[in-house]
C-alpha cells in the first residue's frame, strides 16, 4: 500500500461523525441512479426476454433456401443452428375458402412461442394441425381434436391460434410440425439462423449469403432476407454499430443520457458542497505534507483517494437499497394492475429475476465512483495550490478575496451574517444552486401534471357514447349481428358507420374555396403564405340512422349522384385558430355560400387525378356527435351504401384487404359493465377476437386509473428521493459549513456574543441562502416552464401551466429545504455553545 493511500486511509477512518454529510450525500446519489439504471436493466430484460420467447433470438431469415444451401449453412462454422420451415398449399372446396397453406415448423419453434396460442396446444408430430381461430369459426363443422381431411391428406386439429395479419388472406393459414434432423427437405424452404456470434449479424449475415452464390443487398431488397430488427436492436446489436443506434431506439438512448446526466450533474454539485467542506478540517494536516516535500499532483491524488475511500461503504449500500426500492415500486405496480383487472394475481414480481441486477451494478459502480471522483476534483486542485502558510494556518485566500464592503449597522447580527455570507459565497453558491437544481427536478414532474390536467379540460372531447366497439371483415357489417346489438337491454342508441381518413384536401385544386372569415382568420394568424392544405375526413353512416338524421334536421338524404359524382354532406365548421385547444376554439364556416363541389387527392398518391364529389348541403354540427368539430381538417358525410360504392369505385376496398368499421353505443350507466360484456360477446360470434375490439368508458377509466395510479405511485418514489436530496443535502452542507467555523463561534463568544446573538445571526444567514436559492429557482422555473410550452407548440400559454401548477406541493418541497437548513442550525449553535472556548481556539 502507497504512503498517500495510507494516509488517505487514516484520514477517512478519524472522526467518523464528519463523515455522515458526505457519506449521506453519496448514498443518495448511488439510490436514486440505481433506481433509474434498474428500471432501465428491468425493462431491457423484460424486452429480450419477450423476444426471445416470441422469435427464438434467431438473427436473420432466409426464405425459398434450396437443400443444397441449407446443408451448406449447417457446416459453416459460424452457423450456431439452423430452424426450417416448409410451406405447402392444399386445397379443398369443401372449406369455406377453398385454399389452405400449411406451415411446418420445425419442432424447437415451438418451444419458442413464435405463434400465439389461442387454445389447444401446439402440434407434437407431423399428422396434428394448428388451425385458426378463423377457420373454426367459417366451418363449424370442426372444433379441437376433431379430424380434417384435406386434399386427401388426414390431419387431427390439436388447437388453434390468433390470426394477426391472416384473416384477411385469401388462403386459411395453418401451422403443421416436423423435425429436421430425422426429415429430408426435398424443395426449397424458409429458414431461420442462429449466430455464434450474434454481434457480429450484420457483417456475417452477408457473408453467408455471398458464400450461397447470391446479392444480401439485392436479397433484403427482395424480402428473400429479413434481419430480426426488434431482437437486434433490444441487444444493442445495429448495422453501423453501438455509436450508431437507429429508430426508436436512439430516442429511448438520448432520452436515458439526458436524465442521467442530469443526475450526475446534479449529485457533482451535492457532494463537491459536503466533501469540499469536510475536506477543509484537513487543509492543516496537507499543509504539513507540502512542508515536508508533498508535490501538487500527489496532494490531488491524496484529496480523491480520501473522496473515494469514504464513498465505498455508501456506494455499496446504495446499490443494495436501490435494487430492493425498485422491488418495491414493481410490486405497487402489479398490486394497482390487480385493483382494476378483475382476476388477475400479481405474482409475477416474486419471479423477477436476479439477471437485470448483474446487468445494472457495474454501471451504477461506475457511474457513482465517476461522480465521486467528479465532486472531488475541484478541492483537490484547490487543496493543491494552496500555500504551506495558509495551508497550516487553515486559511482560503479565496475566501478573503470574496469578502464584500459591509456596513454595519445597530443591527450587528445581521450584518455579521452577510459579511459570513460573502466570506463564505462559493459554499453557499454551491449550495444555493444544488438546492435550486433539486426543486427544479421536482418540479418539472408538476409541470407535465399541470399541462395533462389543462390537456384533460380543454382539449379532450367529451363524447355522447359509453361503449365503443371497431372491427375490420372481408364482407359488409353483418346485418344480424347489428340486429342483434340493438335488441341488447339498456342499449338506447347505436350508429355502425365508417370512416376513409386517405385523402387531403388542396387550396390549388379548389380555387375560392375557403370562407371570407377562414381567409380573414388565416391572414390574421399569418397562415396565408402558404396554401390551405388539409387531411379529409370521410365517413359513411348507416343508411337507416342517416335517413332519420336528415328528416329531423329538414335535409335531402344524398343518397344519390350528381352528374356522375357522389354526393356528400359539408361540414361547415373549422376552428378559427387550429393551435387553441378544441374546447375553446371558435368555430367559424368553412367554405364559400356559392361551392357546389370538391376536389381530393389521395394521400398517398397526390398526383393520381382529383376525386370530385358534390356538395349535396352543408351542415354545422357533426352527425350523432361521432367525432369532434374539426381543428385542422375536413369532414365530409355521406349514406353508407354510397360510402361503400364510392370506396370500390375508387379502390379504397380492395379485395382480402378488409374493411373497417366503428359502432359507437349509449347504453345505461348502470349496467355499463354487463351491456359492454355482452356488446363483446355479441360481436365475438360474428368476428374474430383478433379483428376486433370493444371498450367502454368504464374500461378506458379503470386505465386511466390505473394509470393515474402507477404515475402518482412513481411520483411518489422520486419526489421522495428529491425530498430526501433536498433536506439532507440543507442539512448536511450547511451542519458542515457550521463545523468548520468552530473556531470563528469561539472567538465571538469569547468577545461576548450571547446565544441568542448566535442564533439571531445564523438565522439571519439561513434566510439569506433560502433568498438566493428561491431567486435561481424563480429563474430556472420560469424558463423551464416557457421551454415547456414552446416544445408542445403553445397549446397552453406559459402562464397558465404555471398558475395550474401544484403550489402546494411546490411549497411544501421548499419548506422542507428550510427545516433542513434551521435544522442544521439550530444543531450547530447546540454544538458551538457546549464546546470549550479555549480547546476550539487552540484546535488550528
Known amino acids: 500500500m502507497s504512503i498517500i493511500r495510507e494516509l488517505a486511509h487514516d484520514s477517512v477512518k478519524t472522526d467518523q461523525k464528519s463523515l455522515i454529510a458526505v457519506r449521506v450525500s453519496i448514498f443518495i446519489a448511488v439510490v436514486l441512479i440505481g433506481f433509474f439504471l434498474i428500471v432501465f436493466s428491468i425493462n431491457d430484460y423484460g424486452q429480450v426476454a419477450y423476444l426471445t420467447e416470441t422469435t427464438g433470438g434467431h438473427s436473420a431469415e432466409l426464405f425459398a433456401t434450396s437443400p443444397e444451401d441449407v446443408a451448406e449453412l449447417k457446416i459453416d462454422h459460424r452457423v450456431k443452428r439452423l430452424a426450417l420451415i416448409q410451406r405447402e398449399e392444399l386445397e379443398d372446396t369443401s372449406l369455406k375458402r377453398p385454399q389452405m397453406e400449411i406451415d411446418y415448423l420445425d419442432a424447437p419453434m415451438y418451444e419458442y412461442k413464435c405463434v400465439e396460442l389461442a387454445s389447444g396446444r401446439y402440434p407434437q408430430n407431423s399428422d396434428e394441425l394448428l388451425v385458426s381461430e378463423l377457420f373454426l369459426m367459417e366451418n363449424p ?140 478540517r484537513d487543509l492543516k494536516q496537507i499543509g504539513l505534507l507540502k512542508s515536508c516535500g508533498m508535490s501538487k499532483s500527489q496532494v490531488k491524488r491524496f484529496v480523491v483517494e480520501k473522496a473515494l475511500l469514504l464513498s465505498l461503504r455508501p456506494i455499496l449500500l446504495g446499490i443494495a437499497a436501490s435494487y430492493l426500492l425498485t422491488l418495491l415500486l414493481f410490486y405497487l405496480f402489479e398490486m394497482t394492475h390487480t385493483k382494476y383487472h378483475i382476476a388477475y394475481t400479481p405474482i409475477e414480481i416474486l419471479k423477477t429475476p436476479f439477471a437485470p441486477l448483474a446487468g445494472a451494478v457495474l454501471p451504477v459502480l461506475c457511474l457513482a465512483l465517476l461522480i465521486v471522483f467528479l465532486a472531488s476534483l475541484k478541492t483537490a486542485k484547490k487543496s493543491s495550490e494552496l500555500s504551506v502558510v495558509n495551508a497550516i494556518k487553515n486559511l482560503d485566500p479565496e475566501r478573503s478575496l470574496n469578502l464584500k464592503d459591509i456596513r454595519y449597522t445597530s443591527n450587528i447580527e445581521c450584518s455579521l451574517a452577510k459579511e459570513y455570507s460573502s466570506s463564505y459565497g462559493k459554499t453557499y453558491r454551491g449550495m444555493s444552486i444544488a438546492l435550486a437544481l433539486a426543486c427544479l427536478i421536482f418540479s418539472m414532474a408538476l409541470i407535465v401534471q399541470s399541462f395533462n390536467h389543462l390537456h384533460e379540460r380543454y382539449n379532450t372531447y367529451q363524447s355522447p357514447y359509453n361503449i365503443n366497439a371497431s372491427f375490420v371483415t372481408l364482407e359488409n357489417a353483418n346485418p344480424e349481428m347489428i340486429a342483434q346489438l340493438k335488441q341488447v337491454n339498456g342499449i338506447s342508441r347505436l350508429i355502425l358507420y365508417r370512416a376513409h381518413m386517405n385523402l387531403e384536401f388542396y387550396e390549388s385544386d379548389n380555387p375560392d374555396f375557403l370562407s371570407h372569415e377562414k381567409r380573414k382568420a388565416r391572414a390574421r394568424l399569418k397562415e396565408n403564405k402558404k396554401p390551405f392544405a388539409v387531411p379529409v375526413n370521410l365517413y359513411g353512416i348507416d343508411d337507416a340512422e342517416w335517413n332519420q338524421f336528415c328528416e329531423e334536421h329538414g335535409l335531402k338524404s344524398g343518397s344519390g349522384e350528381a352528374k356522375g359524382s357522389k354526393e356528400v354532406f359539408l361540414l361547415n365548421r373549422i376552428a378559427e385558430d387550429p393551435g387553441r385547444p378544441c374546447l375553446r376554439s371558435n368555430h367559424i364556416p368553412l367554405a364559400g355560400e356559392a361551392l357546389k363541389d370538391i376536389h381530393l387527392r389521395r394521400e398517398a398518391d397526390s398526383e393520381a387525378g382529383l376525386i370530385s364529389l358534390k356538395i349535396a348541403d352543408r351542415l354545422t354540427e357533426v352527425p350523432f356527435g361521432i367525432a369532434p368539430l374539426p381543428q385542422r381538417s375536413i369532414s365530409l358525410f355521406m349514406p353508407l351504401s354510397c360510402f361503400d360504392s364510392f370506396c370500390q369505385d375508387h379502390g379504397f376496398d380492395r379485395p382480402l384487404e378488409g374493411k373497417r368499421y366503428s359502432i359507437s353505443i349509449t347504453a345505461n350507466k348502470d349496467e355499463l359493465d354487463k351491456i359492454t360484456r355482452i356488446t363483446r360477446q355479441t360481436v365475438y360470434e360474428y368476428i374474430p377476437k383478433s379483428d376486433a375490439m370493444v371498450s367502454s368508458s368504464n374500461d378506458i377509466k379503470r386505465l386511466s386509473q390505473e394509470e393515474s395510479a402507477n404515475t402518482k405511485i412513481l411520483f411518489i418514489f422520486i419526489q421522495s428521493f428529491l425530498l430526501f436530496v433536498g433536506l439532507s443535502n440543507a442539512y448536511n452542507s450547511f451542519n458542515s459549513n457550521l463545523q468548520a467555523r468552530r473556531r470563528d463561534f469561539a472567538l465571538l463568544r469569547s468577545i461576548g456574543m450571547q446565544e441568542q446573538q448566535l442564533k439571531k445571526m445564523l438565522l439571519y444567514e439561513g434566510g439569506f441562502l433560502l433568498r438566493k436559492v428561491l431567486l435561481i429557482f424563480s429563474v430556472l422555473l420560469v424558463a423551464l416552464v416557457t421551454l415547456f410550452a414552446y416544445r408542445k407548440k403553445m397549446l397552453f400559454a406559459p402562464w397558465e401551466i404555471f398558475t395550474n401548477l401544484n403550489f402546494l406541493l411546490l411549497f411544501a418541497f421548499l419548506g422542507i429545504n428550510a427545516i433542513g437548513i434551521f435544522a442544521a442550525i439550530y444543531g450547530g449553535i447546540r454544538r458551538a455553545l457546549s464546546q470549550d472556548i479555549q480547546e476550539s481556539l487552540r484546535e488550528n
Not at 183 to 194: A, E, K, Y
Open 141 to 280: 363443422g370442426f372444433k379441437i381434436g376433431s379430424g380434417v381431411t384435406i386434399a386427401g391428406r388426414h390431419f387431427q386439429i390439436c388447437g388453434t391460434f390468433k390470426e394477426y395479419l391472416f384473416s384477411f388472406e385469401g388462403t386459411y393459414t395453418s401451422f403443421g410440425w416436423m423435425d429436421s434432423t430425422k426429415t429430408q427437405v426435398s424443395g426449397p424452404v424458409d429458414l431461420c439462423i442462429w449466430l455464434e456470434n450474434e454481434k457480429a449479424t450484420y457483417k456475417q449475415i452477408p457473408a453467408l449469403v455471398q458464400k450461397l452464390g447470391l446479392d444480401p443487398v439485392k436479397l433484403e431488397k427482395d424480402g428473400g432476407l429479413i434481419y430480426n430488427t426488434a431482437y437486434l436492436q433490444a441487444k444493442l446489436i445495429f448495422p453501423g454499430g453501438i455509436l450508431k443506434p437507429t429508430g426508436d431506439v436512439a430516442e429511448t438512448m438520448l432520452f436515458r443520457g439526458v436524465a442521467l446526466l442530469c443526475l450526475i450533474l446534479l449529485f457533482v454539485l451535492i457532494i463537491n458542497n459536503a466533501f469540499s467542506i469536510w475536506n477543509e
